[in-house]
């Protein structure tokens, strides 16, 4: 799908908003489905052309709720209420709905994006509990790491030796 700038979207709206030309037919000639235009037409009704100057928005989880809410309460489509809350899009609507319908409300929490921070001392952060001192568990644990040292040290011993018989060797003087 092509993206559109803020210009282009305004530009499609204003020439349903005349009334000479229907949705279908703008939307075939910029290329975008009939259901997007309907979206801007909404999103500037409610909000002029403002509403279409890109925002960055992080929504709480109760505010997706009570999003969810109007649209239940007063039964409007999920296009109407994302225009009349100025979502970005439709379909975040559509998957706060669903997500909430299978995981329920917990799961509208925003959950932290990126790499997880360091701990302090350097070491990095894991889920796992450590097992107990002297388990199955911890002495397999033991056996990997000195597994994985021993392999590294083996490679290391080969990369000098294959240095030390290397034909390019300088001799001097």
């Not at 439709?90 to 909430?100: F, G």
């Amino acid at each position: 799908m092509a993206k559109f700038t803020a210009a282009e979207k305004i530009k499609a709206v204003k020439r349903y908003l005349e009334g000479h030309t229907g949705y279908q037919t703008i939307a075939q000639e910029i290329g975008v489905h009939v259901s997007k235009l309907q979206y801007w037409v909404k999103k500037y009704q409610y909000h002029g052309e403002g509403a279409f100057i890109k925002t960055y928005t992080k929504y709480t989880a109760q505010y997706k709720l009570d999003v969810i809410n109007y649209m239940n309460e007063h039964g409007t489509s999920i296009i109407e209420t994302a225009a009349r809350f100025n979502l970005s899009s439709e379909s975040i609507l559509w998957n706060w709905q669903n997500t909430l319908d299978t995981l329920g409300w917990a799961a509208l929490e925003s959950k932290k994006k990126g790499r997880p921070t360091m701990k302090k001392d350097g070491q990095k952060p894991t889920n796992k509990t450590a097992p107990a001192e002297g388990s199955a568990e911890a002495l397999q644990a033991e056996l990997e790491r000195l597994r994985m040292e021993n392999a590294y040290l083996k490679k290391l011993n080969a990369l000098v030796q294959s240095k030390e018989k290397s034909p390019n060797k300088t001799k001097r003087k």
